[in-house]
């Protein structure tokens, strides 16, 4: 790749936004699961896959 071609695309601050969402939910997850609540553990399992597959779906449709 040509050092001066630009290496990133129209939306990819947008994803990393959401992935970076998905990680406070999966830290969430962990100290959910550390206090045994599984309905938390639940809640914040939901939210970061829901955040994951935003950021998928953003990857995929190539964002302009």
Known sequence: MDAKQKSSFAGASDVVAHAEIAVQ???????ACANGDKGAARRSLRQAI?????ARAMVRTGID
């Not at 939910?25 to 100290?31: A, D, F, P, S, T």
């Not at 829901?50 to 935003?54: G, I």
């Open 50 to 54: 829901s955040e994951l597959e935003l």
């Open 25 to 31: 939910h999966i830290r969430e997850l962990k100290m």
